[in-house]
C-alpha cells in the first residue's frame, strides 16, 4: 500500500494507547490474512481507494457509519453487487485486524463486520467454450516455436484440468508424477491452502512433454517466460502475464474469454463426457458441491433448455401425451 493509503490508516485508526503502532506491519498483516494471490490484490486496490474517500469526510473514522455510507457511495456508481461486496469484504478484513491490534474498540470493529454485503438478484451467464472452440483453442499456437510449445501447454492445464492461473502460475516440474498408472499433478495448493491432486489426460501430458522435451528444465517453476531470442527465463510465468496470454488468443479465436472460463469449460466438457459430479468438485478444489454447480452452469442449460421440450403444432395445440 503507498504512503497516502498509510497516512489514512494512521489518522481514521485512533489507537487506544499512548503509544502509535506500526502501520506498515498492521496493513500487511491485514492483508496476509487472505491466502490468495489474486485476492489479495483485489483487497489492497479496494482498500486504496476505500483510504482516499474517507479522508475527504469531515471525521476520518473507521466506524460502522463510515463504511455504509462508502457503500451507498458505491451504489450510487452503478458497480455491480460483487464489486460493492468485494470493497466490502477488504474493510471488513482492515476492520477486524484493526480491533485485533486495538487500533479501534471492538465493539466497533464487531460493529462494521457485521455489515451485509448487496443482494445478489439474479446471476450472469458465464461463458463456457464448446468442444470445438476448446479444440480451436488448442489449435491456435503455434508448435513449433518455443512460446508456442508453452502456450498450448498452459492451455491444455487450463482446459484439460481446470486449473487456476495462480495455481498454473506455481506449478513445478516435480508435481508431474505418476500414481497408480496415472499421471497427475501432485500437491496442487489452491484457495485457502487446500492441496488436491489433479489428474491428467493423455493430451494434457502430451502438451506437457512438448514444453519439456523443447526446453532445458528439469525442476523448478513449470510455466515461465520465453523471450524475443527463445530465452527461457528462471521465475514462473506470472498470474497476470497467463491472463494476458488467454485474452491475446481468446482475440484470435474471436471468443471473449478469461483464464477463469477456462475452468469452467473444464467442468462443463467434463459433466457432458460423462463424468461424476462428485470427481469433478475433487479435481476443481471446491470445498461446497453448490460451488461446482454454479460452475457448471446447472440452472440453465443452454444445450437442453426448457422451452426445446415445448411440442405444439402449427396451431399452437400442445402435442404431449395423455
Same mark, same amino acid.
Given at each position: 500500500?503507498?504512503? =497516502? ?19 506498515? $506491519? ?12 489474486? $485476492? ?52 471488513? $478484513? ?14 466497533? =470493529? ?86 488436491? $491432486? ?125
Amino acid at each position: 500500500m503507498d504512503n =497516502a493509503s498509510l497516512v489514512g490508516v494512521q489518522s481514521l485508526c485512533r489507537p487506544l494507547g499512548s503509544v502509535a503502532p506500526n502501520y506498515d $506491519t498492521f496493513v500487511e498483516t491485514a492483508l496476509n490474512s487472505v491466502s490468495a494471490e489474486n $485476492t489479495k490484490r483485489a483487497y489492497s486496490r479496494c482498500l486504496r481507494q476505500f483510504l482516499a474517500w474517507i479522508q475527504t469526510q469531515a471525521e476520518p473514522r473507521l466506524e460502522r457509519g463510515a463504511v455504509q455510507r462508502y457503500r451507498v457511495v458505491l451504489e450510487s456508481r452503478k458497480l455491480s453487487p460483487a464489486t460493492i461486496n468485494q470493497t466490502l469484504a477488504a474493510i471488513r $478484513t482492515l476492520a477486524r485486524e484493526a480491533g485485533a491490534q486495538g487500533l479501534i474498540p471492538g465493539a466497533d =470493529a464487531l460493529a462494521i463486520e457485521k455489515i451485509r454485503g448487496v443482494r445478489r438478484l439474479g446471476r450472469r451467464t458465464g461463458t463456457w467454450l464448446s468442444a470445438a472452440s476448446a479444440n480451436k483453442f488448442l489449435s491456435i499456437p503455434d508448435r513449433d516455436s518455443l512460446r508456442g510449445k508453452r502456450d498450448r501447454c498452459l492451455l491444455a492445464l487450463l482446459i484439460g484440468c481446470g486449473l487456476r492461473r495462480f495455481e498454473a502460475s506455481m506449478l513445478r516440474v516435480d508435481q508431474i508424477q505418476l500414481f497408480e498408472n496415472r499421471w497427475v499433478l501432485a500437491n496442487v495448493s489452491g484457495k485457502h491452502g487446500r492441496i488436491r $491432486t489433479v489428474p491428467l489426460s493423455t493430451w494434457v501430458k502430451e502438451a506437457l512433454d512438448a514444453w519439456l522435451g523443447a526446453v532445458p528444465i528439469r525442476s523448478g517453476y513449470l510455466l515461465r517466460a520465453v523471450d524475443k531470442v527463445h530465452r527461457v527465463g528462471a521465475g514462473s510465468l506470472s498470474a497476470s502475464a497467463i491472463y494476458q496470454i488467454v485474452k491475446g488468443y481468446g482475440v484470435d479465436a474471436h471468443i471473449g474469454v478469461a483464464p477463469h472460463d477456462m475452468r469452467r469449460s473444464f467442468a462443463r466438457l467434463a459433466l457432458r463426457g460423462g463424468a461424476p459430479l462428485d470427481q469433478i468438485q475433487v479435481t476443481l478444489g471446491h470445498e461446497s458441491l453448490r460451488t461446482t454447480e454454479l460452475y457448471l452452469g446447472l440452472e440453465l442449460d443452454l444445450a437442453h433448455p426448457a422451452c426445446d421440450f415445448i411440442r405444439l403444432d402449427e396451431t399452437g395445440h400442445s402435442q404431449e401425451r395423455t
